[in-house]
């Protein structure tokens, strides 16, 4: 069977009930039928190959899309860049290590507000209880200013992209003196 509803109901009738047509009528009933198929064949084909060209038509912009989508991030990034080459040649002409650093800090705070812009925030860690789902422990320090298992120390700070963890800070925990646990 076709999947062309018209086409069926012409063969069921033409197979069904073959003395009701002549030779005649059977010949040019059959070849028309033959005409309606291979046109209904022919129709299928070609809505196949729309379908396999619309296909890969989405898959080329799709990965074009990938390919291109972090170019509003690039932009914004090369300003910072621009600033820490900045930063250093002014730093080999002065020699000034004040002026290098409150250079770096501009840098950096530049950096962060493009990270913000492309919703990246740091996470805040310190003096924060631990949390294994953001933080990940390195070591642990004795303290008698915060309760155990309180961040005391960052080592690097670790940022989310939205709700998603880019990466955990990795931290170092209070732990209860010997006199504490007493």
Known sequence: MTNDPLVDAIINDAFNNPELL??????????????????ANDRALRALADLENYRNRVNR?????????NIDLMRDLLPVWDNIRRALDAAE????????????KLVGEQFLDVLRKFHCEPIEALHQPFDPNVHASIAQAPSEEHPPNTVI????????????????SQVVLSQANDTQVQ
Do not use: C, M, W
């Not at 120390?153 to 955990?168: A, C, M, N, T, W």
């Open 22 to 39: 002549g030779p005649e009528e059977e010949t040019f009933e059959s070849e028309q039928l033959r005409l309606e198929l291979e046109q």
């Open 61 to 69: 912009q799709a990965a074009e899309e990938r390919k291109y989508a």
């Open 93 to 104: 002409q002065t020699h000034n290590i004040e002026t290098l650093i409150d250079g770096v």
């Open 153 to 168: 120390y960052e080592s690097q700070i670790g940022f989310v992209l939205h709700d998603r963890v880019v990466r955990p």
